[in-house]
């Protein structure tokens, strides 16, 4: 069980919008910053989004990033095939250090 | 451009101590915190510790009896050490470089910028 909820999975068509939702407390996201990465099959984790909203150098501005209150969400637009991994939110936790979500499994139909 | 190298070995038995080592290159081991983060087969990340170039650590409480992050700033490495190992250990190991501060108002800003490729540890008599 993790400290934040993200839907296990999610599904649109190419060149459609979707977005990925990470629920937590006040111990974590409702007081501290979000980020979120991007894990292709195989690979590493990639970092997609830090600060809640910043997209490091070389991420598309397809991918964006939000927060309000103890929940952030993460936005693709322009869907891709190539867009199909894993995504993760995370963040500081007061008690419980660094924490993640448990992952979202991003399908392109 | 930095990049990280986890090294160690794959094959760990039960009870016995679990150790990998991170190699960073093209750039300098100071100044950044530095972390630890598993995978277990199929499974989510999760978050094992990190420690700051100066030598100073923080550890995920559930693993915090068992690991040791350490670092060496002559050989620009950090090193993992996880005793009493068992196969719900068994996971990919990441090795990453982190960001983090305080935003004041904001909170905490934390996030890894940098991962290394990551190296399959399998706990196995």
């Known amino acids: 069980q993790s400290v934040l909820t993200q839907p296990p999975s999610v599904s649109a068509a190419p060149g459609q919008k979707v977005t990925i939702s990470c629920s937590g407390s006040?111990?974590?996201?409702?007081?501290?910053?979000v980020s979120w990465y991007q894990q292709l099959p195989g690979t590493a984790p990639k970092l997609l989004i830090y600060?809640?909203?910043k997209r490091p150098s070389g991420i598309p501005d397809r991918f964006s990033g939000s927060k309000s209150g103890t929940s952030a969400t993460l936005g693709i637009t322009g869907l891709q095939t190539g867009d199909e991994a894993d995504y993760y939110c995370?963040?500081?936790?007061?008690?419980?250090?660094?924490?993640f979500g448990g992952g979202t499994k991003l399908t392109v139909l | 451009q930095v990049q990280l190298q986890e090294s160690g070995p794959g094959l760990v038995k039960p009870s016995e101590t679990l150790s990998l080592t991170c190699t960073v290159s093209g750039g300098s081991i100071s100044s950044y915190y530095w972390s630890w983060i598993r995978q277990p087969p199929g499974k989510g990340l999760e978050w094992i510790g990190y420690?700051?170039?100066?030598?100073?650590?923080n550890y995920n409480p559930s693993l915090k009896s068992r690991v040791t992050i350490s670092v060496d700033t002559s050989k620009n490495q950090f090193s993992l050490k996880l005793s009493s190992v068992t196969a719900a250990d068994t996971a990919v190991y990441y090795c990453?470089?982190?960001?983090?501060?305080?935003?004041?108002?904001?909170?905490?800003?934390?996030?890894?910028?940098?991962w290394g490729k990551g190296t399959t540890v399998t706990v196995s008599s």
């Open positions: 990453a470089r982190l960001v983090m501060g305080d935003g004041y108002t904001q909170g905490i800003y934390y996030y890894m910028d940098v």
């Open positions: 600060d809640n909203n």
């Open positions: 995370g963040t500081w936790d007061s008690s419980l250090g660094g924490v």
């Open positions: 006040s111990s974590n996201i409702g007081n501290n910053y």
């Open positions: 420690i700051y170039y100066s030598g100073s650590t």
